[in-house]
């Protein structure tokens, strides 16, 4: 079986990549040799490889960039989405496609659900949400919304953090935005488990959107707190310690794009239709933290 990956020096196709080569050989892209900004390479690239499934992990994400670059956003974001479920729907075969939290406007006080409202409030929110609706023009198609993803490769809160701390001796972070961390080797096992139903059952017509983050919640501060306190348990010698991280709101750090004050993702009906069980957030944190230091 072959399985084209796209974006696979990003946080989630890192961990694919080395996930998915169980399943079958894996033609892993990168935008050396998959453009993502070219429609006419991506065609000449899946007419090339013929795959048996295709998942794309690969965004532009730079969600502050994206605001004066909305073109290169647009072209990555739904263009190269647009062409790859054209290819997939050609070929009749799946299509895996990530997307994010921020296609809600993040005002609802529970978790979202699958069907909820879109209602983006930045460009990045805006091309995601265009590039799923792209997707779902080929029947046999799987979006994966998750957010706030972390690892211990590529950019990441939690990296950021880790560093700041040794360096500086204090830090302002915001506390009013909640979500669900979600760990990149977690989203690997998940399109592992759902790649591997959908390939083996020949009724398998379970497609459609998915939310999937970590179990639990917390707050931008929350998270930067515990980083801090389990650093210290693991002997790493740190400039700024936990009681010298406060809590901000969202308005006294001002950012190029608005962020969701409410990134809470509701994962019931991934759970419940692939029988998954998903870590908590902070195991999932400690494990990443000990592979670092």
């Known amino acids: 079986m072959k399985i084209l990956l796209t974006g696979k020096n990003g946080q989630v196709g890192f961990e694919l990549n080395k996930k998915l080569s169980i399943l079958g050989e894996v033609i892993a892209t990168d935008r050396n040799n998959l453009d993502l900004a070219d429609p006419d390479k991506i065609r000449f690239y899946v007419d090339q490889v013929k795959p048996d499934i295709i998942i ?16 290169l956003a647009y072209q990555i974001n739904v263009i190269a989405p647009q062409v790859l479920a054209e290819k997939a729907a050609e070929l009749n075969i799946p299509l895996v496609h990530f997307s994010t939290d921020y296609v809600f406007d993040g005002l ?23 590039g799923e609706e792209k997707v779902r023009a080929h029947s046999k198609h799987i979006i994966l919304r998750t957010s706030w993803v972390f690892g211990s490769h590529g950019n990441n809160f939690l990296k950021t953090i880790l560093r700041l701390i040794c360096h500086k001796e204090s830090l302002n972070i ?42 639990g919640e917390t707050n931008w501060y929350q998270y930067a707190d515990l980083i801090a306190n389990e650093v210290i348990k693991l002997n790493l010698k740190i400039k700024c310690k936990p009681d010298h991280i406060h809590p901000i709101l969202t308005s006294e750090y001002p950012t190029a794009a608005l962020r969701p004050l409410n990134s809470r993702l509701n994962t019931d009906k991934l759970k419940k239709t692939f029988m998954l069980e998903l870590p908590h957030w902070k195991s999932e944190v400690k494990k990443v933290l000990k592979e670092l230091i």
């Open 174 to 215: 915001v506390a009013d935005q909640r979500g669900s961390p979600a760990s990149s080797s977690m989203l690997a096992d998940v399109t592992f488990k759902i790649i591997d139903t959908a390939l083996n059952n020949k009724n398998f017509n379970n497609y459609g959107t998915y939310h999937v983050t970590n179990a």
């Open 108 to 130: 609802k006080k529970e978790p979202y659900v699958e069907a909820d409202q879109i209602n983006p409030q930045s460009v990045y929110g805006k091309t995601k949400y265009e």
């Open 56 to 71: 794309n992990p690969a965004a532009f994400t730079a969600v502050d960039k994206a605001e004066s670059e909305p073109e």
